[in-house]
Antibody
C-alpha cells in the first residue's frame, strides 16, 4: 500500500525540541521530493519545508527557518523534521507530504499527521 | 508569507453544482496554476486535482478544475452529502520561493 506514516509528535515545553519521522512505503521514496506541512487546530494548511530527492537541497518557510531542519534517509525510506526552539504557536498537526512531478509538480500524497503540542 | 484567497464558506443544495474560487497573482496561480485538496473533519487532505487541472484516476468525474488568469476554480457537480468538507487550493509562489495555500472554503451541502 502506498502510504506515509508520521510519528514523534507529543507534548513539549516552549523552547524545547522534537524530532518527527515519516515512514514511506509502497513507492520509490528516493524518486520524490518530500515536504512537511502543518495545520494548527481549527486553522488552514501551512507549508513548512521541502527536501530534494537526494537530500542535497532544502527550502524553508520564513516562520521556521533557522529553527527547523528537514532531512531524509533514502536507504530506510524515512523523512525527518527536527524542530528546535519550539513556540506555543508551533502547536499543530504536522503532515508529511510527497511531492509529485507528473503531471505537474504538486503535493499528491499526505500522511495521517502527528500532533505536536507546545505548552508549559 | 502571503497566501491565496478563498471565500471561507459556501452552501449549496443536494445535487446542485458548486464552484469554488481561489485567487492569487502572477507569481503563483497566474504562472503555475493551482492544485486542489479536500479535507474531511479529522482526516488528512486528499488531492483532488493537479496543478495542470488533471484529476487523479481515483477521483470522481464530478470534480473538475480550471484556471483563468490569476484565478483557479474547482467545480463540483451533482453535490452529495459526502462532498461536505474543507477545500484548499495551493501552488508554488516564485516570488516567495515557497508553497502557498488558500485559507480554505468550507462547503456545506444542504
Amino acid at each position: 500500500e502506498v502510504q506515509l506514516v508520521e510519528s514523534g509528535g507529543g507534548l513539549v515545553q516552549p523552547g524545547g525540541s522534537l524530532r518527527l519521522a515519516c515512514a514511506a512505503s509502497g513507492f520509490t521514496f528516493s524518486s520524490y521530493n518530500m515536504h512537511w506541512v502543518r495545520q494548527a487546530p481549527g486553522k488552514g494548511l501551512v507549508w513548512l519545508s521541502r527536501i530534494s530527492t537526494d537530500g542535497s537541497g532544502e527550502k524553508y518557510a520564513d516562520s521556521v527557518k533557522g529553527r527547523f531542519t528537514i532531512s531524509r534517509d533514502n536507504a530506510k525510506e524515512v523523512l525527518f523534521l527536527d524542530m528546535d526552539s519550539l513556540r506555543v504557536e508551533d502547536t499543530a498537526v504536522y503532515y508529511c507530504v510527497r511531492g509529485n512531478i507528473q503531471p505537474a509538480p504538486g503535493l499528491d500524497l499526505w500522511g495521517q499527521g502527528t500532533l505536536v503540542t507546545v505548552s508549559s | 508569507q502571503a497566501g491565496l484567497a478563498q471565500p471561507p464558506s459556501l452552501s449549496k443544495g443536494l445535487r446542485q453544482t458548486a464552484t469554488l474560487i481561489c485567487t492569487g497573482n502572477s507569481n503563483n496561480i497566474g504562472n503555475l496554476g493551482a492544485l486542489w485538496l479536500q479535507q474531511h473533519q479529522g482526516h488528512p487532505p486528499k488531492l483532488l486535482s493537479h496543478r495542470n487541472n488533471d484529476r487523479p484516476s481515483e477521483i470522481s468525474e464530478r470534480f473538475s478544475a480550471s484556471t483563468s488568469g490569476n484565478t483557479a476554480s474547482l467545480i463540483i457537480t451533482g453535490l452529495q452529502p459526502e462532498d461536505e468538507a474543507d477545500y484548499y487550493c495551493s501552488t508554488w509562489d516564485t516570488s516567495l520561493n515557497a508553497w502557498v495555500f488558500g485559507g480554505g472554503t468550507k462547503l456545506t451541502v444542504l
